[in-house]
């Protein structure tokens, strides 16, 4: 299983952002999916994660301001980032789950960096 995480890029605060997390292998629809970042010095978080049912969830610091969201038919996943402070700032990461609702997560993409301006 390979993820390609795509969609980083310089935003000031307040902007947005989609990333794209494409996946390759025939079974990423039967598999839990997440978002994780990690900022300059410290260790990586939790972001978001979406169920293969689709149900989701947020890590508290950017609850009501990003959205995961998954196309079965095209093997990606996705991260709207709205609303997007210095503070979310970090290098992200794609990861697949061992299962279907949860993890812990087996492959991870190679990240891409969204650098939020004040």
């Known amino acids: 299983v390979q993820l390609q995480a795509s969609g980083g890029g310089l935003v000031q605060a307040g902007g947005s952002l989609r990333l794209s997390c494409a996946a390759s292998g025939r079974t990423f629809s039967g598999y839990a999916m997440a978002w994780f970042r990690q900022a300059p010095g410290k260790e990586r978080e939790f972001v978001a994660t979406i169920t293969n049912g689709g149900r989701t969830d947020y890590a508290d610091v950017v609850k009501g301001r990003v959205t995961i969201s998954r196309d079965n038919a095209k093997n990606t996943i996705y991260l709207q980032m709205n609303s997007l402070k210095p503070e979310d700032t970090a290098v992200y990461y794609c990861?697949?789950?061992?299962?279907?609702?949860?993890?812990?997560?087996?492959?991870w993409g190679q990240g891409t960096l969204v650098t939020v301006s004040s």
């Open positions: 990861a697949r789950a061992r299962g279907a609702v949860s993890g812990p997560y087996d492959y």
